[in-house]
């Protein structure tokens, strides 16, 4: 129980061409927000899809709640990727009853009042939503769950800003599971940065800083959005 | 329940700074019960960790307790709330006069701009 919930040493993930991590080490606590911060191509998804087991390191060790990823940890996260992998012909709550069956642990009745709060219609195709009304869907689903942690991934990328406020509020509001952790990916850092405890900067493949983000606001008297201007330009 | 962040400093120092003039202001009253942490981390869009280490804070200046199981509630001991009204009000003006002794103003000169702005 002592485990972090995250511990990266010198991760490695090559491509042919490319190297998208490139010695990344990190430890993240239980009960944390943590923003991954970094802008388009810096390794933000491939760290994600690791962490979730849906790739593996080139090099590296990764252990989650202390183990290996695979089939155990992978009953313990959500990952919610940025595309939309979602049937369109499917309603509302065919697919709440969709993931059901695939994620026992999915709580029904928090499904439901995610609905009301994120103000969806059950009834309505997938296929017909916006792309906000799609970003909030998706959240409903992963906050339903009974998830340890939890992995969003670009949550707040191209979408209305009333639908980032209300996913912003659901976030850290009542419908977040006490003691459960979350990570999340952005390049969209503003509205966000109030909701992080901690904050990586990931430039590519590396980090280039990380911390608590309130220790890093009274040190630097910068906001995380500056920060973020400053240290991956 | 408004809070004006400003995320160059920590969060949790304004949001004790709000509740506190909340407290003197009497918006949150006398032994009246104080939103949650959950309440106050979506209302300011707020990690609640943060939210947390800013009640623990206020709780250190007297003006709040939290009671186990039941929420975080103002002081009942009213001179302990005036008092912090005028702590914050010497605060104000201490402040005030810093700034227009910078601009070169002395006592006396302040004093005849405040009547003549009364006048206003």
């Keep these: ?233 | 329940m408004r809070f004006e962040i400003d995320e160059r400093q920590p969060i949790y120092r304004q949001i004790v700074e709000a509740l506190i003039r909340q407290i003197a202001c009497g918006e949150w009253p006398p032994g009246g019960k104080l939103p949650s942490i959950r309440e106050v981390a979506a209302a300011a869009r707020v990690n609640p960790n943060t939210v947390a280490r800013a009640f623990q804070e206020l709780e250190r200046t007297g003006l709040a307790e939290t009671r186990r199981g039941e929420g975080t509630f103002v002081t009942t001991d009213t001179e302990a709330i005036k008092a912090c009204r005028e702590k914050t009000a010497r605060e104000i003006w201490t402040d005030f006069l810093r700034k227009m002794r910078e601009l070169g103003f002395t006592n006396e000169e302040v004093r005849r701009l405040a009547a003549e702005l009364k006048e206003e």
Excluded: C
Aim: glycine fraction near 10%.
């Design chain 1, 1 to 233: 129980m002592s485990h972090p919930v995250v511990m990266l040493e010198k991760v490695e993930k090559r491509y042919p061409l490319t190297k998208a991590l490139d010695g990344v080490s990190l430890t993240i606590d239980r009960g944390q927000v943590v923003g991954l911060l970094g802008h388009n191509g810096s390794g933000k998804t491939t760290l994600l899809k690791i962490i979730a087991g849906l790739k593996n390191p080139t090099n590296g060790r990764v252990r989650v709640f202390g183990l290996a990823p695979g089939v155990e940890t992978k009953k313990r996260v959500a990952y919610l990727p940025e595309v939309n992998t979602y049937y369109g012909w499917m309603t509302v709550d065919e697919l709440i009853n969709f993931v059901k069956a695939f994620h026992p642990d999915l709580d029904l009745e928090k499904a439901a009042g995610l609905k009301t709060f994120m103000n969806l219609n059950g009834a309505v195709k997938i296929g017909a939503l916006s792309k906000g009304q799609q970003a909030r869907l998706k959240l409903v689903v992963g906050l339903a769950r009974q998830a340890d942690l939890m992995l969003l991934d670009e949550p707040l990328a191209g979408i209305d800003p009333p639908s980032r406020a209300r996913i912003l509020e659901a976030l850290v509001g009542e419908f977040r599971q006490e003691g459960q952790t979350i990570i999340i990916s952005t390049h969209e850092v503003k509205e966000a940065e109030a909701i992080f405890d901690h904050v990586v900067f990931l430039r590519k493949g590396r980090i280039v800083l990380e911390g608590e983000a309130e220790t890093l606001r009274a040190e630097t008297g910068h906001s995380m959005e500056e920060l973020f201007g400053e240290v991956l330009e």
